[in-house]
């Protein structure tokens, strides 16, 4: 190997995302601003099921959504039809939001007075994972038609998630998902994971939801 110079990189390439995460975590502290990452693949039902998280929770937290997406203002809008404080982030092309991103979105949203932030991140089950955002908790969803294989396919994902919501378990009768195996498979991964089965159409499984968000928006504040 004579006149090749060879590089050991001994630090992860996220290491500066992840302390500038941890400061964008200190801030929101500071501001007892509790942020949810949610992540899942397209089509999953993201925006459905936060339509139906803000009903339940109205009254009862101040929420707000920031939506990304590659391109487009569709899920943002839908928000601000229902009533939802919401804020459009276009990641120009990139499939993902790290800490910086996120911190320029919530300067924008310019909403002191949110006790609740869902950033629904770019609909995907890799690059969202790999990057910390500052959120106090990650969410991902898995809808019954993708199939109860994806932790096993898709391993971060679901290991650096608090809460797992498995939705649109009202067509579970149609397809070949089995319960058990993804709780299975997701504990595979990630044996501390919360698991919560819904149809964010019927409504089926939302209150469960709301209390698990409140429970640690409490917690969150209280600390």
């Not at 009862?60 to 391109?71: L, N, Q, Y």
């Amino acid at each position: 190997m004579d006149g090749l110079k060879v590089i050991e990189v001994k630090q992860s390439i996220f290491e500066d995302n992840d302390k500038d995460a941890g400061r964008l975590r200190e801030q929101l502290k500071q501001e007892k601003t509790f942020l949810l990452n949610l992540m899942s693949s397209p089509g999953s039902g993201k925006t459905t099921t936060l339509l139906a998280l803000a009903e339940e929770l109205k009254g009862k937290v101040s929420m707000g959504v920031m939506e990304a997406d590659i391109d487009s203002a569709v899920d943002a809008q839908a928000m601000k039809e229902a009533g939802i404080a919401s804020i459009q982030i276009h990641t120009g092309g990139m499939c993902h939001l790290d800490a910086d991103m996120t911190r320029q979105g919530l300067r924008e949203f310019g909403r002191k007075d949110l006790d609740l932030v869902i950033l629904e991140n770019v609909g995907n089950l890799v690059c969202p994972a790999e990057f910390d955002t500052g959120a106090v908790k990650n969410m991902t969803i898995l809808s019954v038609p993708e199939g109860d294989d994806k932790p096993l396919k898709y391993p971060l994902m679901y290991q650096i998630c608090d809460l797992l919501v498995i939705n649109k378990m009202d067509v579970i009768d149609y397809f070949d998902f089995d319960k058990e195996k993804v709780i299975e498979n997701a504990r595979m991964r990630n044996p501390e994971i919360d698991i919560i089965f819904l149809s964010a159409k019927t409504g089926e499984g939302i209150p469960e939801l709301a209390d698990w968000i409140l429970k640690h928006v409490k917690e969150w504040m209280q600390e």
